[in-house]
């Protein structure tokens, strides 16, 4: 009989170790992908949006990016535009604003949240900036005096003079690719100065670096460029950018007229006048200053 309590006491105590241990074994949960919310967009302009969003759940992970992504298709992912929430991963909640969007066109956004196991989407919105394709109006940094054939792009001017004593540089220096009188040439012509003619204070440098409204794209105009400019004066907008009637405006093109029995685009270059008679193209030499007016501009 002792003999069998002693071996019913020692099968107790093991069972009581066996049930003690498994009580204290946790089953960790699985991390899983985060979930999101996307917002409607707010306070939409003709080149900015408000888009926010909420992470509903960090998927029992750590949360180590949030943010919105968006693009002009549908599904934006982060690899396409994306603006990364500064409030901090512990918040929940998720804001990004918008800027530098392309007037009259249609956007998608979602919400993202990434962890330790991905990234998750919230649902995809859209939403529609305004239509800013109007002479005259303020856009991209500037005011739009042209608009191509798309209805959508064109050019916009500085609404200020960058300088008034800016030479354009490099006399006696033929620089190539400077020819082009069109619009549309601007750029191409600038990048061709600034690269061959190494100096920080020519005109078409100093459009080039220049930083202006939040825009960094800026180059100095092409004879066509500076005379689309002209429609400007017939609008109520002429006045506040202050293009002036009779004052000359550098352009980024070499003079390959001839000028006093000879072609010498190495020392020429052109200055366009607004005249009330009628514009003229001046010839100007490549050190001349306090004669021409530098006024960048820029696409959209």
């Not at 241990?21 to 992908?33: F, G, M, N, W, Y």
């Not at 949240?113 to 303020?138: D, R």
């Not at 180059?219 to 400007?232: G, Q, S």
């Not at 029995?261 to 009628?278: C, D, E, L, R, T």
């Amino acid at each position: 009989m002792k003999h069998k309590l002693q071996k019913f006491s020692w099968l107790l105590l093991f069972a009581i170790v066996i049930i003690s241990s498994c009580s204290k074994t946790k089953v960790e949960p699985q991390a899983s992908i985060s979930t999101v919310t996307t917002l409607p967009a707010t306070s939409v302009t003709i080149s900015t949006a408000t888009v926010a969003g909420t992470v509903n759940s960090n998927g029992g992970s750590t949360i180590t990016e949030k943010g919105i992504c968006y693009n002009t298709s549908s599904n934006p992912t982060v690899t396409n535009n994306k603006i990364v929430d500064p409030s901090g991963n512990t918040n929940p909640n998720i804001t990004a604003d918008l800027t530098k969007l392309t007037g009259n066109t249609t956007y998608f956004a979602r919400a993202y949240a990434t962890n330790s196991i991905g990234t998750a989407y919230g649902s995809e919105i859209t939403f529609t900036t305004g239509n800013p394709i109007a002479i005259g109006e303020l856009y991209g940094g500037g005011m739009i005096f042209y608009i191509d054939g798309t209805g959508k792009h064109g050019l916009v001017v500085a609404t200020a003079d960058q300088s008034s004593n800016a030479i354009w540089g490099c006399e006696g220096t033929d620089i190539p690719g400077t020819s082009e009188q069109g619009i549309g040439f601007g750029l191409s012509n600038t990048k061709a100065i600034v690269n061959g003619c190494q100096s920080t204070g020519n005109a078409a440098a100093i459009c080039y670096n220049l930083v202006l409204n939040g825009f960094d794209d800026w180059y100095l105009p092409t004879v066509e460029e500076v005379k689309a400019m002209n429609i400007l004066f017939n609008t109520s907008a002429a006045g506040s950018i202050k293009l002036q009637t009779g004052a000359g405006y550098m352009t980024s093109n070499q003079d390959y007229r001839k000028i006093n029995g000879a072609v010498a685009p190495q020392n020429n270059v052109i200055m366009y006048v607004f005249k009330s008679a009628g514009d003229v193209l001046w010839p100007l030499t490549k050190s001349e200053a306090n004669w021409a007016i530098t006024r960048a501009i820029r696409s959209f």
